[in-house]
């Protein structure tokens, strides 16, 4: 097992030892990949460039090599479950994470008493059975510790290095300030900062455990000696116990330098923490500071730029004092820094990890403070001196012991009143440039400052949701609005900006380019002042000086439209640019930048320096435009905060001040958070990804649920339910009449409801309306968003949104709480929603009338029309129309069935059914049975509901006639018995026939219940009638003619039957009942022998049934009480049927006789004629029967 060696670690002190962090492919920001070549192509003209030009490219790729090793921290961290070092607190996940051993009494006594040696601590008292199963799998644990040893080395190596160079930096540059040096200043400061933010982040690893457990297990392998870095890693850790205490030490020296350049920066700061200074004087507007009328190219464009770093800015604030304590005894610091603690709680050191601000300040810097305020007062120093020293250090005492109460009751509004600034003038931005795309390119620098302090107000939200003081004298959390509206339009705001300069970045482009080439005289009159030519530049700088110039008169010209096919590689320029600023920036050089500023200044125009830097910001316009967009408007960060996100969204989109057009902004984002993945960590790319598109896929069900809820809210009887009720009936009359030409002056004009207090239910209903159309435009203009390999199309999921949300409706339409709904107020409740529909897909470019009809067949549909379509049902549509079916099996066991026994009855004079008591625990029958409920039946599920209703009608008639059936064929005997006596006149004989018959009550009820069937069925199919004679009468009168022309032709042809069955679907012809039973009967293959000829008597038997003892006539009605009148019905239609069937089969039993004789016989050809003819003979026999017992069997009383 090869273990760890430091040695072959730091063979190469330089660049080498760092290329697993560099050679990882990374987005390389700009400034990097210029100053990453530096060095390979730095000036060779003469001897002294050598030691003249600053070594840049390290400074650069440090700064990457430290964002690496905070990635390194940050995953052990997460693997080890946020240990708390310092206390010694670890989790059960920490022990089982399979980094360290799992004996925690050894490791954590081992890290308590750090820096001394294991071999002192005599840990066989500690755990003796933990330590012989260290030393038996030693080896195993060692391997587990190694890679984290190795970023204990890293650290060990980076502090070395990192130091070197900043120190080097700060003792060469001649000259630190943003207006003069800031390209090299950002580099310096970048260093600067990572290095702080690695030390601060390594004091949440257990580096103390980390080393002492490695090394134990080294002596245990290697017979008892050290590891060979042991020693110095001790004294780094011992000297950075706590960080910020050896990062005092080690930046003491380059300490003033850091205080020059935050008082620098000091100014750049208060102009972004005055919102009204910024709103006044139109810092981030476009129009002119003075005059709004009047337009401007360019409003502030220097402190416009600064506005876009001040983030940085703070950031260099807040590390910088902390680390630099001595520099707060400036008296212009103590400003500065008040304005930015008093603005924030938390110092962020990586992603969302933070250490808390004001306790750090108050733990480090205060005592630092209060030592320097001991010295003045113990008058070390010169009195006046002394009295100023101590003075300030009073002042900064006071300072700081004040700003953390201050923070905690004001940060949050401070930072809303910022955020409304920005949506205010964000706003405005947006709205001008999509008017004025012509100044947007002039003004590019406005905007990028624009999207940094939104990127900043955005991220500094999130960063101090539950945030809570330890040391506050008041334990709080501060109180960050998770409601809060502004988020919602910052985050809008900055992806409209982008989206805009993403649209004119050709414009953008061509202006740079005109600058750019205005700028190459510029520079060349400057290059010949007198003052330059005095200067007497060095071959070097004129070298260098040269080639900027090539560079910049060799730019392509834009001319017209070939703008977007420029492709300009400005790389050089900028190369070049950054090596005069590393000559002329370095001690070591006899031409500063001091000098080039004094030489060129004096013509009135900005100097040399000023005009080579905007040179070097404008190209970047020109081909590196998307790094500049990336770096201020993205928002991968939020990432690392996407549950506070998704709960933020959840409570504001919707809001009373939520715009829900703002979504896309909150989606879009989304699709930066994979870059947040560390190539070093391969496993992030995965698991960023994974949180993204479950990010995603938790805000689409949140929007399609407010969008749901939208169409729900004026779906409801609070919306446009409403409105049915708004006007009074007087009133309506009233406007009726006055819609004549001259209405009466005194009376209110519609949109004035008759009840004043329903003005503000009509403006939430506006309000709604104008949220839902919004919604749906804004999400149909959605660009598809794409999260690593997954595409979410939002039209898709608004679609299935709107068509899931209708089915649901549907069926809560057709359902109360105990019943179903009456079919004429589904249809209307079904036309206010579909009404809601087609107003939101006015603002969509897809058909949802399409998926509507999809639902609605669907919900009907059971297969083809039997009638009609002779094809094969495909399989599995049966069992389908699910809506219908509920409709349907309601009406047959409420109706048909009466099956709770309420005695339902059919009223022949109203033609429905009627009711004493509610049915189904809804209202009378009637409401459900009259003609318009059967109208709107129809129309609610069309030809395929109407089938299917009939189809079940069918299947549970076709049950009672096979009982029928059976009682035919079970009583055979008794009714040919019966029979017998029609013409003797046998009255004993009859009455002992009668009384043989079976279950004869049951037979009845059954009877009378397919009569119900048969009745209900002809007013459904009247209601076909009316419906298709109203909406496609010349369709309707069709049919009906060709009713009347039928054949009367026994059997049927195929195609007849099919005319038939359709003819009487629809209420056209006459003896609908009798046909239908007879389909019935012929799908069923009943009524095939002869006993069928026995049904009149079987019927006539009904007249000695008990039924008749509760029989009362109703004149309200038109038939008796318990429903009799539809037992006549049955009989009937089954007689009438029964004896169609029964000619047909004769028919074809004498067809199939015929065609085996030798000799051709003309068959006498029955025709309906004649089975009318039996049916007439039939129903004699039956009444002269029925007759014949009602007469001898009844009495008086019973008549």
């Not at 790389?571 to 950054?578: I, P, T, Y």
């Not at 030409?741 to 209110?748: E, R, W």
């Not at 949104?801 to 079904?830: A, D, K, V």
Request: net charge negative; hydrophobic share 40%.
């Amino acid at each position: 097992m090869a273990h760890v060696s430091f040695k072959s670690k730091d063979v190469d002190s330089g660049m080498s030892r760092w290329s697993e962090y560099l050679s990882v492919e990374e987005p390389i920001p700009s400034a990097m990949a210029t100053w990453r070549n530096m060095s390979a192509d730095a000036p060779q003209g003469s001897s002294a460039g050598s030691h003249k030009h600053l070594q840049m490219e390290p400074v650069v790729q440090l700064s990457k090599v430290a964002e690496g090793l905070l990635a390194k921290m940050y995953r052990l961290n997460s693997i080890l479950d946020y240990p708390d070092p310092n206390t010694h607190t670890f989790s059960d996940a920490f022990w089982k994470a399979g980094v360290f051993p799992n004996f925690p009494k050894i490791c954590i006594t081992m890290s308590k008493k750090f820096p001394e040696h294991p071999n002192k601590l005599q840990l066989e008292r500690v755990d003796k059975f933990g330590l012989d199963a260290l030393n038996e799998n030693a080896e195993g644990y060692m391997h587990n510790l190694e890679q984290w040893i190795l970023l204990l080395l890293d650290l060990l190596a980076f502090r070395e290095q990192a130091l070197r160079l900043i120190l080097d930096l700060s003792s060469t540059v001649i000259t630190l300030l943003p207006h003069q040096n800031s390209l090299i200043l950002h580099a310096f400061m970048d260093l600067f900062c990572s290095f702080v933010r690695v030390n601060l982040f390594s004091d949440k690893m257990p580096r103390k455990m980390i080393l002492q457990v490695y090394n134990i297990l080294h002596i245990m392998l290697k017979g008892g000696r050290d590891c060979e870095f042991y020693h110095r890693l001790v004294q780094f850790v011992d000297s950075y116990d706590p960080p910020i205490k050896g990062l005092h030490e080690d930046l003491n020296f380059v300490s003033p330098r850091i205080g020059e350049v935050l008082e620098a920066v000091g100014p750049i700061i208060f102009l972004s923490t005055d919102t009204k200074k910024l709103r006044n004087e139109g810092f981030l507007s476009p129009f002119h500071p003075r005059y709004p009328d009047i337009l401007t190219n360019s409003a502030h464009p220097m402190r416009a730029q600064d506005l876009a770093n001040v983030t940085s800015y703070r950031e260099w604030v807040l590390l910088g004092y902390l680390v630099c304590p001595d520099e707060l005894l400036r008296v212009t610091s103590i400003d500065v820094a008040m304005v930015v603690l008093k603005e924030n709680l938390i110092l962020p050191l990586f992603r969302d990890e933070y250490i808390l601000l004001h306790e750090n300040y108050q733990l480090y810097v205060l005592p630092k403070v209060l030592e320097s305020k001991r010295m003045a007062k113990s008058g070390r120093t010169k009195q006046k001196e002394a009295d100023l020293e101590y003075n300030v250090a009073k002042q900064v005492e006071r300072m700081l012991t004040e700003v953390h109460e201050q923070a905690l009751v004001s940060c949050d509004a401070m930072h809303r009143e910022r955020r409304i600034l920005l949506k205010q003038e964000i706003g405005r931005m947006v709205l001008f440039f999509t008017d004025q795309p012509s100044l947007l390119a002039p003004n590019i620098q406005m905007v990028f400052s624009a999207l940094a302090l939104s990127q900043c107000e955005v991220i500094w939200y999130f960063q101090h949701v539950g945030i809570a003081s330890s040391k506050s004298t008041r334990l709080k959390t501060v109180d960050i609005d998770a409601t809060d509206p502004t988020i919602g339009f910052l985050l809008d705001g900055i992806g409209k900006l982008c989206c805009l300069v993403r649209k004119y970045i050709a414009a953008i482009k061509g202006y740079a380019l005109s600058y750019l080439l205005s700028s190459a005289g510029r520079i060349r009159f400057l290059l010949g002042t007198p003052g330059m030519v005095a200067l007497d530049l060095d071959a070097t700088l004129k070298g260098l000086f040269q080639q900027v110039l090539h560079c910049l008169e060799n730019i392509p010209k834009p001319q017209g439209e070939s703008v977007p096919d420029i492709t300009a590689d400005l790389a050089d320029l900028r190369k070049h640019w950054l090596s005069i600023l590393m000559i002329v920036t370095s001690s070591r050089s006899s031409i500063n930048i001091k000098h080039l500023e004094k030489a060129t200044v004096s013509t009135g125009k900005e100097g040399l320096v000023s005009e080579g830097n905007a040179a070097y910001n404008w190209s970047r316009c020109v081909d590196e435009l998307e790094s500049q967009l990336s770096k201020h408007g993205s928002l991968k960060k939020l990432y690392f905060y996407h549950q506070h996100l998704t709960t933020v969204f959840r409570n504001t989109m919707f809001g009373p001040e939520g715009r829900p057009q703002h979504c896309c902004a909150w989606l879009g984002a989304a699709c930066s958070f994979p870059e947040c993945a560390s190539a070093i960590i391969p496993e992030e790319v995965n698991k960023i990804g994974r949180d993204s598109i479950s990010y995603v896929e938790s805000l689409i069900e949140s929007i399609m649920g407010g969008l749901e809820g939208l169409i729900n809210i004026l779906d409801s009887e609070g919306g446009f339910g409403s409105l049915e009720m708004q006007l009074s009936p007087e009133q309506a009359a009233l406007r009726l009449n006055n819609t004549r030409a001259k209405g009466v002056s005194s009376l209110l004009t519609p949109g004035y409801e008759s009840y004043p207090d329903n003005s503000s239910s009509i403006k939430m209903l506006e309000a709604a309306m104008q949220r839902l159309t919004s919604l749906c435009s804004v999400l149909n203009d959605m660009e598809p968003i794409g999260v690593l390999n997954h595409v979410f199309v939002l039209r898709e999921y608004m679609r299935d949104c709107i068509i899931g949300n209708f089915r649901r409706r549907f069926h809560s339409m057709i359902r109360t709480e105990n019943c179903i709904q009456r079919p004429s107020i589904i249809e209307s409740l079904l036309r206010r929603h579909l009404g809601i529909i087609h107003l939101a897909e006015q603002h969509i470019s897809m058909d949802l009338t399409e998926g509507i009809r999809e639902v609605l067949l669907a919900e009907s549909y059971t297969g083809p029309f039997p009638n009609l379509q002779m094809f094969e049902t495909p399989v599995g549509t049966q069992g389908g129309g699910s809506a219908v079916e509920m409709i349907c099996n309601w009406y047959i066991e409420n109706v048909v069935k009466d099956a709770s026994r309420i005695g339902v009855a059919f009223d022949a004079i109203q033609n429905c059914f009627r009711s004493s008591q509610p049915i189904g625990g809804g209202c009378l029958a009637e409401s459900f049975t009259d003609k318009r409920e059967m109208k709107s039946l129809v129309r609610l599920f069309g030809g395929y509901g109407i089938d299917k209703m009939d189809k079940m009608l069918r299947e549970h008639t076709s049950a009672l006639l096979n009982c029928i059936d059976s009682a035919l064929r079970s009583n055979r005997d008794a009714l040919e018995g019966l029979a017998g006596t029609v013409n003797s006149g046998d009255r004993i004989e009859r009455d002992v026939n009668l009384k043989q018959i079976i279950d004869l009550e049951t037979l009845a009820d059954l009877c009378i219940q397919a009569g119900q069937a048969i009745t209900f069925r002809r007013l459904l199919v009247e209601a076909v009638g009316a419906v298709l004679e109203e909406k496609v009468p010349l369709i309707y009168s069709l049919l009906k003619g060709l009713a009347l022309q039928l054949p009367d032709e026994v059997p049927d042809k195929n195609e007849i039957i099919r005319l038939r069955k359709v003819a009487s679907s629809v209420g056209v012809g006459d003896k609908h009942d009798a046909e239908w039973v007879h389909s019935i009967l012929a799908d069923a293959g009943a009524a095939n022998d002869n006993s069928w000829i026995l049904l009149p008597y079987l019927c006539a038997a009904f007249m000695v049934s008990n039924i008749w003892n509760g029989a009362v006539y109703d004149v309200n009605i038109g038939g008796l009480s318990n429903n009799l009148h539809c037992l006549a019905r049955c009989v009937s239609a089954v007689i009438g049927g029964s004896e169609y069937t029964r000619v047909e089969r004769e028919q074809r039993i004498n067809s199939l006789s015929n065609v085996h004789t030798d000799e051709l016989q003309e068959a006498e050809l029955p025709s309906r004629v004649s089975a009318e003819a039996n049916i007439k003979s039939c129903m004699q026999i039956y009444v002269k029967l029925s007759a014949g017992i009602v007469l001898d069997s009844w009495n008086d009383t019973s008549r």
